[in-house]
């Protein structure tokens, strides 16, 4: 208990930027550059313990140890699809928490989409992450970690960063605004905040808020219905932030940063997939500046939803593209590893 406590007193120095790091060391009495050394071993070589600093000395290395605590994740499981590059993770975090990232091989370079939160608490009804409902935000250095532990695994690069992974980043918005800043940071890891997404089930607010910060990223919207009704039906977080209220902050959104949104729509056999819910989806979207990416739902064996026919994907792509609207079908990867989003966390969490 007493040693628990001393490591939650230590300074997260991993979810620090490079200028707070050097404030926090010059309050140690120590040079400033030291900071842009510890910066670099954390975000570019991504060392796992103070000791392998080959530059830092003895004594402050003592001093980093007493007050300060590197997150490193440590890999629990990995499954490996045969049929493609596609990797799931489990990873558990100093507390015993467990989460879950994917690996994905594209033309385009390695792509890893990241959880948010331990957990979630918006009760989508679909997804099996939110049947535990939330256990913690992650700090900014989890989420990184994430990423740098799968860079280490692969030997290759990270080129592109999804944030679709269990939790809602913008229920998380403080950790993930330094995340951001951290991941595309040009003495980081520097990835550009272009090939970083973000998806949210539609927190208004926040959404209205990051518009502000004016970032180049790309933000997703889990829209999955095309009325509010049915929305509702799918969606708790539907009740809160109405249909109409969302699509105005798209709106806002496309106006301050210059970003085109991508909507995303889990296609569910019989409750969406009907010519009539792409008419009226083309009739919501028509006006923004957006794209439409469609995901045959991937039944949870908690619920009965189901995947749309074959037909029916075709068809709701064509009468969107019919009205203007670009739209993408989500390629299936690592489908021998699937099981739906969240599930390997889950079933971990359960034995
Ligand atoms: N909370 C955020 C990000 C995590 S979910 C959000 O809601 O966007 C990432 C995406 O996967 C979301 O679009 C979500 O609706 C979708 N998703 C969750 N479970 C799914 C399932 N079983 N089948 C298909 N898509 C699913």
Redesign the pocket.
């Known amino acids: 208990m007493e040693r628990e406590m001393q490591y939650s007193a230590k300074q997260d120095i991993k979810s620090l930027n490079q200028k707070e790091l050097e404030n926090l060391f010059v309050s140690f009495g120590e040079k400033s550059f030291r900071a842009r050394q510890v910066y670099h071993w954390m975000h570019v070589k991504h060392a796992t313990s103070f000791d392998e600093m080959s530059n830092i000395s003895k004594s402050f290395k003592e001093k980093l140890e007493e007050c300060c605590a590197l997150t490193v994740l440590r890999q629990k499981l990995v499954q490996r699809s045969t049929l493609d590059e596609t990797a799931k993770y489990l990873f558990e975090l100093a507390d015993g928490n467990m989460i879950e990232s994917v690996r994905m091989k594209y033309k385009h370079g390695n792509s890893v989409c990241i959880s948010s939160q331990a957990g ?1 608490r ?1 009760g ?1 009804r ?3 992450s939110t049947l535990g409902g939330l256990t913690r935000n992650l700090t900014p250095a989890e989420m990184l970690d994430q990423i740098y532990r799968i860079q280490e695994d692969i030997g290759e690069r990270v080129s592109h960063v999804v944030v ?2 269990t ?3 913008l229920d998380n918005y403080d950790h993930l605004l330094k995340f951001l800043e951290l991941l595309s940071d040009e003495n980081g890891l520097n990835i550009s905040q272009r090939n970083i997404t973000v ?3 539609g927190i208004v607010p926040n959404m209205r808020k990051l518009a502000k910060e004016k970032l180049q990223i790309t933000l ?1 919207i ?1 829209l ?1 219905a095309s009325s509010q009704e049915k929305r509702e039906e799918l969606m708790p977080v539907a009740r809160k932030y109405g249909i109409d209220e969302l699509l105005k902050a798209c709106e806002e959104y496309f106006v301050q940063t210059g970003r085109r949104i991508t909507f ?1 729509y ?1 296609l569910v056999g019989g409750v969406n997939d009907q010519p009539q819910d792409a008419r009226k989806l083309a009739g919501l979207i028509r006006g923004l500046n957006c794209h439409v990416n469609l ?1 045959p ?2 039944p ?1 064996k908690e619920r009965a939803y189901v995947q749309p026919a074959g037909q029916a994907v075709m068809d709701f792509k064509q009468i969107l593209e019919k009205q203007g609207i670009t739209v993408t079908v989500r390629r299936e990867m690592g489908r021998d590893i699937d099981g ?2 969240g599930q390997l966390r889950r079933r971990q969490m359960n034995k």
């Open positions: 979630c918006m989508c679909f997804c099996a679709m992974g939790g809602e980043p998806s949210t089930c997703a889990s999955h995303e889990s995901i739902v991937n949870i739906a989003c």
